[in-house]
T-cell receptor, first 113, second 113 residues
Framework: AQTVTQSQPEMSVQEAETVTLSCTYDTSENNYYLFWYKQPPSRQMILVIR??????QNATENRFSVNFQKAAKSFSLKISDSQLGDTAMYFC??????????FGTGTSLTVIP | GAGVSQSPSNKVTEKGKDVELRCDPISGHTALYWYRQRLGQGLEFLIY????????KSGLPSDRFSAERTGESVSTLTIQRTQQEDSAVYLC???????????FGPGTRLTVL
């Protein structure tokens, strides 16, 4: 079975601080992608960052970076220098064989001014 | 360029009526996905199209749900004999290929009275 688990339903962080959102997944595949998506209160889902499983180097996009541990099947998202606009739901996602995308239940992040 | 668009943005219907939701993907995207998102919850995969064929329909909740896609263009999700539990936001996403980054539309909020 393919599952994605986000164990933190809600988190908060002070503006300018760093926060890490966790995600674990289960798969028997060897080559795959992992994604973090953000859904602000306006509800349109947008990509934050993606990681190819065959790459050992962790992906980085400006203030967003991942800690990908393939053996542990862990894919956490680190947000540095948090900004008010980072307040949103964050979903970890994992595609299975290009057909189904599994999304976690989400982490609601609030950035406190 | 234009992103993924969905119509209508909101739909209120009476129990037992049929509804049709439309998704216009990004031009050139061969893959198209439909998801359901209930209030405060994550995304539930419904169906995936590669071109105009749907290799995986296992996510459709019941036989009241059906979807079509014309070529690599518009897709419609039809819900027949709507029930109150069908109330949710229905999200559409498209991507260049099945494993690639998905681009989401703004969603259709369906309310069944």
């Amino acid at each position: 079975a393919q599952t994605v688990t986000q164990s933190q339903p809600e988190m908060s962080v002070q503006e300018a601080e760093t926060v890490t959102l966790s995600c674990t997944y289960d798969t028997s595949e060897n080559n795959y992608y992992l994604f973090w998506y953000k859904q602000p209160p306006s509800r349109q889902m947008i990509l934050v960052i993606r990681q190819e499983a065959y790459k050992q180097q962790n992906a980085t996009e400006n203030r967003f970076s991942v800690n990908f541990q393939k053996a542990a099947k862990s894919f956490s998202l680190k947000i540095s220098d948090s900004q008010l606009g980072d307040t949103a739901m964050y979903f970890c996602a994992f595609p299975h064989a290009g057909n189904q995308f599994y999304f976690g239940t989400g982490t609601s992040l609030t950035v406190i001014p | 360029g234009a992103g993924v668009s969905q119509s209508p943005s909101n739909k209120v219907t009476e129990k037992g009526k049929d509804v049709e939701l439309r998704c216009d993907p990004i031009s050139g995207h061969t893959a198209l996905y439909w998801y359901r998102q209930r209030l405060g919850q994550g995304l539930e995969f419904l169906i995936y199209f590669q071109g105009n064929s749907a290799p995986d329909k296992s996510g459709l909740p019941s036989d009241r749900f059906s979807a079509e896609r014309t070529g690599e263009s518009v897709s419609t999700l039809t819900i027949q004999r709507t029930q109150q539990e069908d109330s949710a936001v229905y999200l559409c996403a498209s991507s260049f290929s099945g494993m690639d980054t998905q681009y989401f539309g703004p969603g259709t909020r369906l309310t069944v009275l």
